[in-house]
C-alpha cells in the first residue's frame, strides 16, 4: 500500500474519530484535594446514535416469531428488545465517557470511579445524566526542586564495621542452645505472652522466641526497657510490662491506651556462633574464601549506606517539596493506601539488602505510626510523580530487571520466582513507582549542592514481633520466618556483591 494512500485512510479515521465524540457536560465539585464529585450528562443525540448502531448491528441476526431470522421490521425488533439494547448501550455510552473525560479533563485520577451502575438508565426521552465519586491527584503550585542544599551522610567502611556486619551475620547463622543460669543482654527467651486491659485478656502468643534487647516493638507499641525487665530471668518465672498502645492500633477501642503485657519464661537459651571453615563459607553462599565473603559484606554495607543516603535526601526534599502541601487527606484513601506504602517501605528494604530483623524493626514502626507516615509518602509520591512527569522520567524494563534482581539477591531466591510473586500480589505497580522516585530523587541530587556529613549505623536494640498486642483486626501473629528461611533471604553471595 502506497504512503500517501495509507496517509489518506488514517485522517479519514481521525476524522471518524472526532465525529464520533461525544457531546457532554460535565461538572466538577471539589469536596476535598483528593476527591471529586462528577455529574456527567450526554446528549440526547449521542444517546439515539448509540441506540442506532446497537439496532443496526443486531438487525441481521434479529430472531422474532413468525419472520425469517434478519427479516422483522426495525421497529418491531426495537420494541422487542428495548430493554436488552438499552442495557447494551449503557455499558458502551458509560466506558466511553468515563475515557473521553479521563482525556479532557485536568485531573489525574489514582483510584477507579466509585459508580452505582443500577442508578443508571437511558431515557426514553432527554439527555442521559450519570455522576460518580473519585480520588484524584490534588492541585498545587510546583516548588522549585532545582539547587536545593542537602545533608548527605557519607562513610568509608572500615575493617571494624565489616566485623561487626559479620558477627551480625554469623548471630544468623548460629545455634541456639540451651542456658541454665539467669538470662542476660543478647540472650534469647521462649516465652508465653499474655497481655490485659482493665483485667481482661486481649491477646496471647504461646511460645514466641525473642532476642533480649533495649526495646520490644510490636505492630501496635513499644515496650521500652524490655531488656531490664527480663535480666536475670529463669525459666518458669514470669515478668510483666506495660505497652502504650499506638493511635493506629488495629484495636480502635483502647487507642493510645496503657495495657499490661505478661511473659512466662519458658526457656533461656544462648547463641553459639558457627566457625568460618571451608564448608560452611560454601553453605553460607558459596564463597571462596573469607576475603571473598569480607569483600560481599562490604557491597551490602554500601547499599544499606546508599539506602540512608536516600532516605535522608528523599527526607530534605520531600520537607522542602511539601512545605506548602497542607491538603487534607481523606481518611478511606489512607487506610487503602497505608499497606501498599507499607509493602513498597519493605521493598525498598529488601532490595536494600537489610536483614529479616532489621526489616521487621523497620515495618513494625511504619505500622505504629501508619496514618501519618501513609499520609507524608502520598504526599511525596505526588510530588515526585509531577517531577517525574516534567523531566519524561519513565521506569523501563531494564529497571525491572535490576530491582527484581537485587531483591532477589537478598531473598535467596530466583528473579522468575521473585517477579512472579510480585505481579501475583499485585505490587508491580508499586515496585514502578519505587523505581521511578529513586530516578527523580538522583536527577534532583544532580541539581543539588551537598553537604557531607559522618554517617553512623543505627545499633540494631530493638527485637520486632509481628504481633498486635493489643487485640483487634489483624492482632493474630503473621508467621516469622523460619529459621530455614531466614538463613536463605539473609545468606549474602557473590551475586550481591556484583548487584
Known sequence: MAVDEQND??????????????????????????????????????????????????????????????????????????????????????????????????????????????????????????????????????????????????????????????????????????????????????????????????????????????????????????????????????RSGTVELTDSAPNEDIRGKSIEVDFEILEVKRLKLPELTEEFLEEMGGFESEEKL????????????EYEQQQKIRGQITDTLTASADWELPPGLLKRQSARELERAVMELRRSGFSEAEIRVRENQLQQNSAASTAQGLKEHFILERVAEEASIEAEEGDFEKEIFLIASQSGESPRRVRAQIEKRGLMDVLQNQILERKVLELVQSEAKFNDQPYEPEPLNVEAVHLAVGGGEGAASIPDATVEEEEAAEK????????
Open 9 to 238: 485512510i488514517n485522517s479519514e479515521e481521525e476524522e471518524v474519530s472526532e465525529e464520533i465524540k461525544l457531546q457532554l457536560d460535565v461538572q466538577v465539585e471539589n469536596p476535598s484535594a483528593c476527591e471529586r464529585h462528577v455529574t456527567v450528562t450526554i446528549s440526547r443525540e449521542d444517546v439515539d446514535r448509540y441506540l442506532d448502531n446497537a439496532f443496526t448491528e443486531m438487525m441481521p441476526a434479529a430472531n422474532v416469531p413468525g419472520f425469517r431470522i434478519g427479516r422483522a421490521p426495525r421497529k418491531l425488533v426495537e420494541s422487542r428488545h428495548k430493554k436488552e439494547i438499552g442495557e447494551q448501550i449503557k455499558g458502551s455510552l458509560l466506558m466511553d465517557s468515563l475515557g473521553q473525560i479521563s482525556e479532557e479533563q485536568k485531573f489525574v485520577a489514582i483510584s477507579e470511579p466509585e459508580l452505582n451502575l443500577d442508578a443508571v438508565e437511558v431515557p426514553d426521552e432527554g439527555p442521559m445524566t450519570f455522576e460518580f465519586d473519585i480520588e484524584v491527584r490534588p492541585d498545587f503550585d510546583m516548588p522549585k526542586w532545582k539547587g536545593l542544599k542537602l545533608d548527605r551522610p557519607v562513610r568509608d567502611f572500615t575493617d571494624q564495621d565489616i566485623d561487626q556486619q559479620l558477627e551480625k551475620m554469623l548471630t544468623r547463622f548460629g545455634q541456639l542452645v540451651p542456658h541454665d543460669g539467669p538470662a542476660g543482654e543478647g540472650d534469647y527467651l521462649t516465652v508465653n505472652i499474655v497481655s490485659t486491659f482493665d483485667g481482661k485478656q486481649l491477646t496471647s502468643d504461646e511460645e514466641r522466641v525473642l532476642r533480649i534487647r533495649e526495646t520490644l516493638s510490636f505492630r501496635d507499641g513499644r515496650l521500652e526497657g524490655f531488656g531490664k525487665l527480663v535480666e536475670g530471668a529463669k525459666a518458669g518465672e514470669h
Open 294 to 305: 569480607r569483600e560481599a559484606i562490604l557491597a551490602n554495607l554500601g547499599r544499606q549506606l
Open 492 to 499: 549474602p553471595t557473590e551475586e550481591t556483591a556484583k548487584a
